[in-house]
């Protein structure tokens, strides 16, 4: 089993800035892919970025440019920093860590941080 704990979210306006960190534990190994999804109310979840073990990187149209996520092996931690937020972002925000590419059904999950993002 893999235990995942976000932390970082909160309220910022329009412009601003956030850095969401996730923590891994349990049967976890450098192997993994890790990242984040988010989900806005009345929407469907939707990956934001991931990174593989390699360090390859995959962004959504959406966040391109803006987001940036990073992994400290030793830590088992998985980063996400958030520039230039937009009201659009405003969703729960979830860490996902699988073996396999990301995807929606993938087998860990965390218990999810709330971003808003105020004009």
């Known amino acids: 089993q893999v235990q995942l704990v976000e932390s970082g979210g909160g309220l910022v306006q329009a412009g601003g800035s956030l850095r969401l960190s996730c923590e891994a534990s349990g049967r976890t190994g450098s192997t993994y892919y890790m990242g984040w999804f988010r989900q806005a109310p009345g929407k469907e979840r939707e990956r934001v970025a991931r990174?593989?073990?390699?360090?390859?990187?995959y962004y959504a149209d959406s966040v391109k440019g803006r987001f940036t996520i990073s992994r400290n092996y030793a830590k088992r931690t998985v980063y996400l920093d958030m520039n230039n937020l937009k009201p659009e972002d405003t969703a729960v925000y979830y860490c996902a860590a699988d073996l396999r590419e990301l995807t929606t059904s993938s087998d860990y999950w965390g218990q999810g941080t709330q971003v808003t993002v105020s004009s």
């Open positions: 990174i593989s073990w390699t360090g390859d990187t």
